[in-house]
């Protein structure tokens, strides 16, 4: 008898957000789902995991639909490593990320919470996808972005991804969907500034923004295929070493 998928869930807007309740409901479609995601939004926090406090982990029945679920104090990273190492019963089969509310394309993959937990799989040899949306409503339709996850998570079911690799999949906020291109990471950045306020007591404070700018437009890119209507993957790795400067650097050795 084939052995059922066992499949954990994660993502950073935390666990009562529309993303992930859509993304957990698609999932039971491929295989047995365990949830664990942030009892609260953890954007932006990149591969950052609790150290100098505890953790809390409390059984949650959110979904209400029969689906092992759990919120937690800490990140998506948090999540994803209590999951293989405290929660579930073996090392899963696919941990999904999201939907996220908003674009992770481009650099923002470096910020983003919901890949991170990707990176995180890829990390621990497990086949991880982070799935975005973009679109920062919180009642954003996700109904475009179901056929996308079926057949992005069937397809890495059948053939895997490869070691050290987890996919990041966009989606534009689109209604008449074009399709899915495969394609590299745009060269993009924020541009950030800070809006300085004061408070009752006039003290100042500060929120972050800025412009996402791309430096180098090109036609390959998922930038340029968002743009057009097209869901994105970008195959995503957390080798970060600069292979092209270490020929020059080893004339430093000793």
């Not at 190492?85 to 470096?110: K, M």
């Not at 919901?114 to 109904?143: H, K, Q, R, W």
């Not at 899915?180 to 306020?197: T, Y």
């Amino acid at each position: 008898m084939k052995k059922e998928k066992l499949i954990l869930v994660t993502n950073d807007d935390g666990i009562t957000s529309k993303g992930i309740t859509v993304l957990q409901k698609v999932m039971q479609k491929f295989g047995k789902v365990v949830v664990i995601a942030p009892d609260s939004a953890m954007s932006g926090m990149g591969h950052a995991i609790t150290i100098n406090q505890p953790l809390r982990l409390f059984k949650d029945n959110h979904f209400n639909n029969g689906v092992e679920s759990y919120s937690c104090s800490g990140t998506p990273v948090d999540c994803v490593k209590l999951g293989i190492y405290e929660i579930l019963d073996g090392v899963p089969d696919l941990i999904v990320s999201g939907i996220n509310h908003g674009s992770n394309a481009a650099t923002n993959v470096l910020y983003s919470g919901t890949m991170s937990a990707a990176v995180e799989g890829a990390m621990e040899n497990i086949s991880s996808i982070g799935f975005s949306l973009c679109s920062y409503d919180p009642d954003a339709n996700f109904d475009h972005a179901v056929e996308i996850v079926e057949k992005v998570v069937a397809n890495v079911l059948d053939e895997g991804i490869g070691e050290g690799v987890c996919l990041n999949v966009n989606i534009p906020d689109v209604q008449n969907l074009k399709g899915l291109k495969v394609c590299r990471q745009a060269h993009a950045f924020w541009e950030d500034f800070f809006e300085k306020r004061m408070d009752p007591h006039n003290r100042p404070y500060y929120w972050l923004t800025g412009d996402f700018v791309e430096q180098t437009p090109a036609e390959d890119t998922d930038l340029f295929w968002l743009e057009k209507g097209y869901a994105t993957v970008v195959p995503t790795q957390f080798d970060l070493t600069a292979y092209k400067v270490m020929t020059k650097l080893k004339q430093w050795e000793l």
